[in-house]
T-cell receptor, first 112, second 111 residues
C-alpha cells in the first residue's frame, strides 16, 4: 500500500457544526502533516506530527484541532469554522528520517 | 532561511513542444529539491526529487530536472508536451525543515 487516503472527499458545513477530516496511511511513515490550500496558491503548512506527537503548529486558530491516535491515522477536528476556512485540506506523510512527503487527494471543505 | 522562486505563474506551450518550468532556490547549503504536480481538484503528486548524487534527475511522465548548484536552480523539463501535462506545478525545498513551496506555475498545453 503506497498511498495516503483522505475522507471525506467533499464536506459542506455550517459555522456551528462540528466535523472531522480523516487521513490514513499504511506505509510505516512516522511523520504526518496537515496543509490548507486556497485556490491558485501553494499549500500552507498547518500541523506536523512526528511519532504521534505534535511537533509543529503554525499558529493555527483553535477552531482547528489535530489528533494523531496512532501511527497510521491523523484527524483534523473542525468546530465553529468561518467561511474563509473554505479550502482544500491536504494530508501528507513522510518516512522516518525521510525527506519526501507523499500527499493524499485532499478534502474539499466548504463553510457556509 | 530557505525560499523558492518559480519564474512565471503561467506557461503555455503547444502540444509536442518543449516544456521548461523554472525554479530557483535560496539556501545556505544545497537543500533537497522536489517537483510536484497537481491536477484540478486533486492532491499533489511527486514528479521527481533531488537529494544527493546525480544532478540530472528523471521523474515520472517523461519529466526530468537538473540541479545546478552554481545557478541555484532546479528547472523542470520535458521534451514533448502532451495535453495531459496541463496542470499546476510546484517546486519545493527542504533541509531539516518542513517543505517550502514556490508559488506554482500553471502549465497550459495548446492543441
Amino acid at each position: 500500500d503506497t498511498e495516503v487516503t483522505q475522507t471525506p472527499k467533499h464536506l459542506v458545513m455550517g459555522m456551528t457544526n462540528k466535523k472531522s477530516l480523516k487521513c490514513e496511511q499504511h506505509m510505516g511513515h512516522r511523520a504526518m502533516y496537515w496543509y490548507k490550500q486556497k485556490a491558485k496558491k501553494p499549500p500552507e503548512l498547518m500541523f506536523v506530527y512526528s511519532y504521534e506527537k505534535l511537533s509543529i503548529n503554525e499558529s493555527v486558530p483553535s477552531r482547528f484541532s489535530p489528533e494523531c491516535p496512532n501511527s497510521s491515522l491523523l484527524n483534523l477536528h473542525l468546530h465553529a469554522l468561518q467561511p474563509e476556512d473554505s479550502a482544500l485540506y491536504l494530508c501528507a506523510s513522510s518516512p522516518p528520517g525521510g525527506d519526501t512527503q507523499y500527499f493524499g487527494p485532499g478534502t474539499r471543505l466548504t463553510v457556509l | 532561511a530557505q525560499s523558492v522562486t518559480q519564474l512565471g505563474s503561467h506557461v503555455s506551450v503547444s502540444e509536442g513542444a518543449l516544456v521548461l518550468l523554472r525554479c530557483n532556490y535560496s539556501s545556505s547549503v544545497p537543500p533537497y529539491l522536489f517537483w510536484y504536480v497537481q491536477y484540478p481538484n486533486q492532491g499533489l503528486q511527486l514528479l521527481l526529487k533531488y537529494t544527493t548524487g546525480a544532478t540530472l534527475v528523471k521523474g515520472i511522465n517523461g519529466f526530468e530536472a537538473e540541479f545546478k548548484k552554481s545557478e541555484t536552480s532546479f528547472h523542470l523539463t520535458k521534451p514533448s508536451a502532451h495535453m495531459s501535462d496541463a496542470a499546476e506545478y510546484f517546486c519545493a525545498v527542504n533541509l531539516n525543515t518542513p517543505l517550502v513551496f514556490g508559488k506554482g506555475t500553471r502549465l497550459s498545453v495548446i492543441a
